[in-house]
């Protein structure tokens, strides 16, 4: 059986990534899921509403990745320090028995 699931990798901690990796966390392989597409949406509103805040964040979207870097100015140069990574896995679940020492003695 086939299971979306997470790989989050929180590079700094600000307040908006915190909240992020947590919602991703506790969508983790769970029934009801999250789209990556929703991530986008998120930012969206937070730089619309506080544009002082987050208007220097900058989200990336693809199909199965999200990633959010913060633009710095560094002299005449745009700097993009990655903040937060979220990517859509898909892991495989079963009946597997893993193996042990007995049952390698077994055979």
Do not use: C
Not at 62 to 88: D, H, M, V, W, Y
Request: glycine share 4%; charged share 25%.
């Amino acid at each position: 059986m086939k299971k979306t699931m997470y790989r989050i990798s929180l590079f700094q901690r600000e307040t908006l990534t915190n909240e992020m990796a947590s919602h991703a966390a506790a969508f983790n392989g769970g029934h009801s899921q999250f789209t990556i597409p929703t991530l986008q949406s998120i930012i969206d509103s937070n730089r619309a509403i506080y544009p002082s805040l987050y208007g220097d964040y900058v989200a990336d979207v693809t199909e199965t990745k999200f990633t959010l870097s913060r633009r710095e100015k560094a002299g005449e140069e745009n700097k993009l320090i990655p903040l937060l990574e979220i990517q859509e896995v898909e892991v495989w679940e079963g009946d597997l028995i893993p193996p042990t020492l007995a049952s390698h003695e077994a055979e």
